[in-house]
């Protein structure tokens, strides 16, 4: 009997879990609400859950503030990226063109599958310089089993920092 409800109570536990990990991918409305009210134009913009969970709270520019992040598409042409707003006020969307830092290029953006929070400082990338003083938290973007970058506050503006593979 006590192994029946042992493995009953780990299946039951597995069970939340699942649902727990199920609803990280959800673009809940709340989230869309908090996002436009920052600026983001959902007619040129959709928050897509390809990144779970699908948003990630952190102080990026180091103010204090809670800031949001969320996994974002370019309406007309499918281009991924990071749509990213600062105290509920300010917005900013990057990896849709151009480069972040020396290496961080914005076709990187459309393979990325998985994303967290970093926090502290950033360790010494393989390939560029030193690694860079964080003004706040930091964003880990990568490929599984493969590459990662972290995306930065710089103090004017986002910047990348390439982690290696």
């Known amino acids: 009997m006590r192994l029946f409800v042992s493995a ?15 609803n990280q991918d959800e673009v809940k409305p709340q989230l869309v609400q908090q996002m436009e009210a920052c600026g983001l ?16 709270g952190g102080d990026f520019d180091g103010d204090g503030a809670l800031d949001l992040a969320a996994p974002v598409s370019r309406k007309h042409d499918g281009k991924r990226g990071v749509a990213l707003c600062r105290a509920g006020t300010l917005l900013d969307v990057v990896g849709m063109s151009g480069r972040m830092g020396k290496n961080l290029g914005a076709a990187y ?33 990568g490929k599984f089993g493969s590459s990662s ?17």
Request: glycine letters at 12%; charged letters at 10%.
């Open 41 to 56: 134009d959902s007619a040129i913009y959709e928050i897509l859950p390809y990144l779970t969970p699908v948003e990630l």
């Open 109 to 141: 953006f459309d393979s990325i599958d998985w994303w967290a929070l970093h926090q502290g400082a950033a360790e010494q990338g393989a390939s560029e310089g030193p690694p860079p003083e964080l003004i706040g938290d930091a964003i880990t973007i």
């Open 149 to 165: 970058a972290l995306i930065y506050w710089t103090g004017t503006n986002y910047s990348g920092y390439w982690q290696g593979d």
């Open 8 to 22: 009953l109570g780990m299946a039951m536990v597995g069970l939340y879990a699942l649902a727990a990990a199920a």
